[in-house]
């Protein structure tokens, strides 16, 4: 919960509306201060790669020292229950690890120019230099692991980063970039310009950022990339993730697993599980299977370590999420639990079935704790269910068969296509992002480091 008072932004608990702290809502003045202190940076002297990587093992050893204090505030501003906090800040003390590793091992590559008559007596090869100022714009859900995805590779290749968070959770971004000074990192390398969505542009648009990298929805992302044609736009966007269920799949694992990837954190990732198909010979009995899991999630105070499912992040999402629900059901769809709004910004974990693809709930992003399933008949038909999307972040597939899976691989159009598992699961260093509506871009410290840096031919004559 957010609110703009006197160029001030007052962050509140999405749970219970208390204040938390407040921090300056910046203008396109603070936007042009700190991009201009990132250039100086960019073309003064520069971070040698032992000391970047010094640094980034220094800030992993303060967030496995300071896990606590981060999950406390995430769990706070951003209403992600205690447990999931700490994995989160686990995961973003792997993440800048990884990042460090990549400042010691980022190589370009020598080229055989003597391989042509005209490079005889030549040397050629190409290094890998930083782009520029990076423009980093991250939405609520990850307030610290998705800003270490953007801030760790930046730092590992020497591209000064000016940060805009999002203003529903900049504490734990504030808290993180105290902790890269703290490690060592000079002033000027890591800006955070606090400010309201409606100052965001500003960044992509500034003549000094050379890249924008973008966390976010579909709509502000195109929006950002067509106001910046000329720089370069990372976008990592979202999402209705699909599952597909084969009746030779183990369907009770996908049930568990899928009690937890579609309401982990209310359903607020670009990953969570939005549209389940399975086949119409086990259909029944794994829907059973998974309302009765469901019905059985913990739904409170974020602070409560027995709290699975809490708040939405504001009054509007819940509200949104809630109308989209009845609106499948006046269709047809029939909520086998949950889907109500409660108190507190809480909506209901939730099981629809009888979903149709040409309801809100499933083709488009609905980002809270619903999962609507459809039944289907043949493997071809669910794998054409599964690409009716604009988006193609992450698919799941279970099944036994390994021709199933192959062609599963073949024919999905997402970034990733997981089999015998749910595509809410990351490993923080491997290659995440998508295609079509979900974006154009891959994260993870050593992908990220290849779109934050160009490459640089060297040709040495004897």
Request: aromatic share 6%; charged share 20%; hydrophobic share 45%.
């Amino acid at each position: 919960m957010v609110s703009t008072i006197a160029d001030v932004i007052e962050v509140r608990s999405p749970w219970d509306g208390r204040a938390l702290g407040s921090v300056p809502a910046g203008g396109e003045r603070q936007v042009d201060e700190a991009v201009s202190v990132a250039l100086d940076r960019h073309r003064g002297p520069q971070l040698p790669a032992h000391r970047r990587a010094a640094i980034l093992d220094r800030v992993a050893d303060l967030l496995v020292t300071r896990r606590e204090r981060f999950a406390m505030t995430i769990s706070a501003e951003a209403g992600k229950p205690i447990t999931a906090a700490r994995a989160e800040t686990t995961r973003a003390a792997d993440t800048v690890r990884f990042s460090a590793a990549v400042a010691r091992t980022l190589t370009g590559e020598v080229l055989p120019l003597d391989a042509s008559v005209a490079g005889e007596g030549k040397l050629g090869f190409v290094r890998r230099v930083p782009v520029g100022v990076v423009g980093a714009i991250t939405p609520f859900n990850f307030p610290l692991n998705l800003v270490c995805h953007k801030v760790a590779p930046a730092v590992a290749v020497g591209c000064p980063i000016v940060l805009k968070p999002s203003p529903a959770t900049p504490l734990t971004a504030l808290d993180l970039a105290a902790l890269f000074e703290e490690a060592g990192l000079p002033p000027g390398w890591l800006t955070v310009v606090t400010c309201t969505n409606e100052v965001a542009p500003a960044l992509p648009i500034h003549p000094g950022v050379a890249m924008v990298s973008f966390t976010g929805s579909r709509e502000v992302g195109h929006g950002l990339r067509a106001a910046a044609p000329a720089k370069r736009v990372s976008l990592e966007l979202g999402n209705n993730a699909p599952v597909i269920v084969e009746p030779d799949g183990d369907w009770q694992a996908a049930a568990a697993k899928i009690a937890v990837a579609g309401f982990a954190y209310s359903g607020q990732t670009c990953i969570s599980v939005q549209r389940l198909f399975v086949h119409r010979s086990v259909h029944d009995d794994l829907v059973d299977d998974l309302v009765s899991r469901v019905s059985r999630l913990r739904v409170g105070d974020p602070g409560d370590e027995a709290t699975e499912v809490s708040s939405l992040i504001n009054d509007l999402a819940a509200e949104r999420v809630a109308g989209w629900v009845a609106e499948a059901v006046a269709d047809g769809a029939v909520a086998r639990c949950g889907g109500t709004l409660e108190d507190h910004s809480v909506v209901t974990p939730c099981v629809l079935t009888g979903v149709t693809p040409d309801m809100r709930v499933s083709h488009a992003e609905l980002f809270g704790p619903v999962v609507g399933v459809q039944a289907y008949d043949d493997f071809d038909e669910a794998l054409a269910l599964a690409n009716d999307t604009r988006y193609g972040l992450q698919a799941g597939v279970f099944t036994r068969d390994l021709g199933k899976a192959l062609l599963a691989t073949e024919v999905l159009e997402f970034g990733a296509v997981l089999v015998n598992e749910v595509p809410t699961w990351r490993a923080d260093h491997m290659p995440y992002g998508g295609v079509r509506d979900s974006g154009n871009t891959r994260e993870g410290p050593f992908y990220a480091a290849q779109e934050m840096t160009e490459q640089r031919l060297v040709v040495l004559s004897g």
